[in-house]
Every structure is written in C-alpha cells, then in structure tokens.
C-alpha cells in the first residue's frame, strides 16, 4: 500500500513544538515507506483563523525543513464539498435534521452536570417526524450514529482502545447556518486526500471514535490511527511556555538550527536502542510508529542545548558565518573587511564552545568590534591598577618581532615574563584576556592572539593599560 500522510494544523496560533514534532512523525513515516507527506491547514474557525498564523505556521515548517509535497489545503476552500456528503448522509438516512432549540440543548448540558456526566444530545429528533419541527428554528444535521455495541480503534501506537456507543451522541455535521463541522470536514479532506495514516497527538483520541463512525456510514475505508504522546514539561506538567512551549520560530531567533531541532524532536516520544544524535537519513532509515512509545515525554532544555552544539560544530566554517550575519547585527556588527577575516580564523575556537547561534555571535564580537575595545562590566573590574601595568610592560615583549607570533612561542614568551615579574601567569593571562577579548571567557589566549594578529593585540592592550575601553551593558 502506498502511503499517504497529513500535517494538519489549525491557524489559530503559532506553530508550536508539539506540532512541529507531530509534523515531523509525518514527514519521517512518509519518506521512510517512500510515501507522501501533505499538509492541510484547518481553518474552518474562521473567526480565530488568521492569515498571520497561516504565515507562521509555513514559515515555521520552512525553517524546520518540513515542506509539503504538494501545495498546502485550505480546509475552508472545501465547504461545499463537506456539505455535499452531509446531505448525501441525509438522504440515504444515515443522518437526519434536528430541530432541538438552544434551551432544550442548555437543560440538557444542565441535567448532564447534575448528574456528573459529559453532556450527550439524546437523540429527541432521531426519529421524530420533521413536520412537528418549530417554527423559526433552523435546524442541525446529525449523524445517526449506532446506539449499541461498540467502536473499536486499533490504534498504531496505543494499541486497541474501545467505547461503548451509548457513550457517544449523534454528533453534529452541518450547523444551523449550513457551515460543516470540523469532524466532518476532517473525515471528508482525509478520503478525498487519500490519507492512509494519521498520525496526531493524544489529545484527538477521542475524535477518532467518532470519526471512525464516520467513516463507516459514508462507506470509505477507515485510515490507520496513531495518536502520539504529549509533551511535557520536565517536572512531568503540561507543557507551558515557562518549559519551552514556544512558537517554532522563536527557537529560530534563539539560535536553534533546524536539524539539531529535528534530532531532538524526534527524541521526545520515539526511541532506537541508545542512539541519541541520529542525522535525517539515519532517521529516515529507522523511523517506525512501532518504536513510538505511549507515555507523554518530557522537554528538557539542557538536553535541546547539548544537541544544538553538537549539530552547531557539525557545520561548515563558512556556513556558520553566514547564519550569523542577523544575530551579529543584533549586535551591532557587520561582517566584511578584517573583521571578517579574524572571524574565519577564529571560527574552529568559538564553536567549540557555543551552543547556539546567539551564544556564537556574542562569542564572536570581539573579533569584529573597533577599538577601543568595549569590557563587559565583570570583566572590566579585573582591570585594576597592577593589571593595567603588566600589560603596559609586556606590550614591548610582544611587540619584538623576534618572537614570532604563533600560539607556542607567545605562550613561552608570556610564562617567562609572567616569572621574571613575579606574576602568576594565571592573573597575567585574565588581563590579557580581559583587553584582547572584553571578556573574562575566549577560545584560547594564545590562539585569540594569533587571528588578531600583532598590530591589533598591541593596539587593544595600549587601550587597556591606558583605560579606554567603555564598558558595555549587559546582554539580554
């Protein structure tokens, strides 16, 4: 069987994280059995359905590499073939019209929470004879839905789950106003789409009851239910923003890559053995509903950090410098001219010890930044006044152009001055560090030095020693 799959999300929000790893589960079943991967964007809500949420949604997939195979659905442009089923069901019987007022159906939810039970429609215009319907009230189409034995789901990922039928109601297809329902509409799209899995959150299991029932009576065949866990906060609570449940592209501006997002998305609710860092081709490769796992997982930002740096340094030099172009100008900064170069060479030190974008482009600065060099406020306190004179008196040292200017020369010449003055070479290097770099954290010293080059270490420890350098504010 060919396979055919859906992303089917509502617009009325940003994409959010358990959607995009929902995306993600679609994309991966699709490209693993050579299938088709669909998106359907369900805006029948039309009055929370906003074109600015449609944005995000398809810029958020864009980012996290996750584009449809074919141009997206808009489930709104389809009313009229919903319609077209309802009635269809109506006239082979299989639904019927309800004229149930406004007042029947609150005494009705009334009695339902008197009693402690959900509210069910209980079926008073199944088989009533329309000619007693009220004047003035224009009625509801409803499925006719079984009312005994019961519907059973074989569920892909949560295995077989049943209910009663009595438990569910004649569920509502087109409204008053002659507008479907989402549980129509979605079956509809779904036969009509040929989907032959869906693949969707816990959260919907619920609807599949119906749905299925759904199916039955339009006589199309059933597709295959996977409902996914939820996500978690790590303290096991619904997950919030103060976890991570944040628009995908927020992740973007915070300095996520979108692979490093894929590979830990796919981690939280699917598993293979102890492998942890999988690329898309090894994911593709592995990825079956059958290692999917039915109990919520759990998002932890650390673990997301850790995965990020490791994808981070999987990335060409010359990648990264181009990713960073916006987050150095929320730095103030633009790429170019000797800046640039220093940035190059000094590359392969700053991403060893990045472990975002954002992190990397702050890291970066110092290589880009004009003299005076700008001190973060921690740092510019080291610079006392003995600091100040040890850098004025090794300035001559490193400016003698009989040491050369490599990492293991400038570290001996550095060691021998640091003796010969009595200094520890520790509180020597944090000076140096402080001046070249404005900051009490680098790549290494010597290597720092060495992608400056001579002319600039000498110029930024002058500044330094002659206190020039303004301090600059925190980072947000």
Known sequence: MSVTVRFAPSPTGYLHIGGARTALFNWLFARHHGGRYLLRIEDTDRARSTEEAIRAILDGLHWLGLDPDEPPVFQSSRFERHREVALRLLAEGKAYRCWATPEELEAMREKARAEGRPMRYDGRWRDRDPAEAPPGVAPVIRLKAPTTGETVVEDLVQGTIRVANEQLDDMVLLRSDGTPTYMLSVVVDDIDMGITHVIRGHDHITNTFRQKQLYEAIGAPCPAFAHIPLIHGPDGAKLSKRHGALSVTEYRTMGFLPEAMRCYLLRLGWAHGDKELLTDAEAIALFDLSGVGRSPARFDMAKLLNVNAHFLRQRSDEDLIALLAPFLAAEGLVLGGEGERRLRAGMAGLKARARTLVELARGAAFYLRS?????????????????????????????????????????????????????????LAQALRVALTGSTVSPGLFEVMVVLGRAEVLGRLEDAAEGRNPVRPPSN
């Open 371 to 427: 003299r005076p060099l700008p001190l973060a406020a921690d740092a510019a306190a080291r610079l006392d006044a003995e600091a100040r004179a040890a850098l004025a008196a090794i300035a001559p040292l490193l400016a003698n152009e009989e040491i050369p200017f490599e990492e293991a020369a400038l570290e001996q010449a550095c060691r021998a001055f640091a003796e010969r003055q009595g200094l520890k070479f520790a509180t």
